[in-house]
């Protein structure tokens, strides 16, 4: 039986926060919360972290490489463009599908330090060797040249894929109220189906002729 490693008093602290985090919100949550979680008080808690703002961004800083990896590499790949933008999609929706709250939680630390959140975000990329940036753009350039896709920003197309995964699990109270009235498990499925209907409409939207 392989003995279990304990945890110091920091990652204790993270591992509450992250929870209390990603079920309350940002705002939700009280310090007090997050010190019952890791079975400590409030003062020892203040010790590591002196406010919920660092906290909150430690979190976001150990999240945000546990999850999303394996999804942005696939930029470079070398694979074929249209297969690539399938593949993101679907890593993307189906890393989301698994954490819910996480679109949610990127939008509480715009809100509340845009700037810290895109170092963060860059940060992470290039502690990973990712450039999702330059792929793309190299990606563009080449497929444009070809006479494949249309002549499109690549802002512009990250942004529309990213926001067509993401916006129906952020507004997911709004949507299900209103297209599926008390009927959770047809929601669901529209968020399955996501999968498929993002990168076909992405890639009709970009493919010349």
Do not use: C, W
């Not at 497929?143 to 507004?171: T, Y």
């Amino acid at each position: 039986m392989v003995p279990e490693i304990e945890l110091t008093t920091e990652e204790k602290i993270i591992e509450a926060a992250e929870e209390v985090f990603t079920s309350k919100g940002k705002s939700g949550a009280r310090m007090r919360d997050i010190a019952d979680k890791a079975g400590i008080n409030q003062a020892l808690l203040h010790y590591y972290f002196r406010s919920k703002d660092r906290l909150f961004f430690e979190v976001f800083k150990r999240i945000v490489p546990r999850l999303f990896p394996g999804v942005f590499a696939v930029l470079d790949e070398d694979i074929p463009f249209f297969e690539k933008i399938e593949r993101f999609i679907r890593g993307y929706i189906e890393v989301v599908e698994a954490h819910p709250k996480f679109p949610i939680f990127i939008i509480q630390a715009l809100g509340n330090s845009p700037e810290r959140l895109a170092d963060t975000i860059l940060s992470t990329f290039r502690g990973l060797g990712i450039d999702p940036v330059e792929a793309i753009r190299r990606d563009l350039r080449r497929e444009i040249e070809a006479g494949r896709i249309i002549d499109i920003d690549p802002a512009h197309l990250m942004v529309n894929i990213i926001s067509m995964s993401a916006f129906p699990f952020i507004a997911r109270p709004l949507i299900e109220r209103i297209a599926f009235p008390g009927r959770s498990e047809l929601y669901d499925r529209f968020l399955k189906q996501r999968k498929e209907h993002v990168p076909k409409f992405i890639i009709d939207s970009i493919r010349k002729g």
